[in-house]
């Protein structure tokens, strides 16, 4: 399975979410390819040191090259490649149906997808379930950009546990 993160910047949420999810299909065996993005970037800014040290302080997360991160607008040719997309916030869905509306049918904010897609259906229903709906701004998760440490660090938390959640969800598509 392909999937895109995207957050706004590109140096917080997505990132974070994407090392977590690399960190999943590694443990588990899935065969997942993941790409980080943005929908107002900066091209090429590394992630900032508060999101390096929020991911560092996570246990499970493991070990990855952190420093190799660069920033990344989302692209037609991201959009594309993508089985699934997962955004941080509904304002990114919405982005994302008027930029590139060939996503529209892939692009989920992660949160409301954790509630709303239904079990034991193939990846391509539980999109098709929730990308059909509104997306829905109560379940954003706060950009933690210009926070302290603490505000990273729960962000991060938050994520862990949406990304353990989401693998378990589409569990049987990321098998070898």
């Not at 999937?3 to 065969?31: E, F, H, P, Q, W």
């Not at 862990?160 to 378990?168: G, L, N, P, R």
């Amino acid at each position: 399975m392909r999937i895109v993160t995207l957050c706004t910047g590109n140096v917080a949420r997505s990132v974070m979410l994407g090392y977590m999810l690399t960190t999943l299909a590694k443990a588990n065996g899935y065969d997942w390819q993941i790409r980080t993005a943005g929908t107002h970037v900066v091209e090429g800014s590394a992630m900032s040191a508060r999101t390096r040290n929020a991911l560092l302080a996570l246990d499970d997360v493991g070990e990855h090259h952190y420093g190799a991160h660069r920033s990344h607008q989302l692209s037609g040719d991201d959009v594309a490649w993508a089985d699934v997309i997962l955004t941080s916030e509904a304002n990114q869905v919405t982005f994302v149906r008027t930029t590139f509306p060939p996503g529209t049918p892939k692009t989920v904010l992660l949160r409301q997808f954790l509630r709303d897609a239904p079990l034991d259906v193939p990846l391509e229903d539980q999109l098709h379930v929730v990308a059909s709906q509104p997306p829905l701004a109560d379940f954003d998760v706060e950009d933690p950009a210009g926070g302290d440490q603490a505000v990273y660090d729960a962000c991060a938390s938050a994520l862990w546990e949406m990304a353990q959640v989401f693998s378990t969800i589409v569990a049987d598509e990321g098998e070898v």
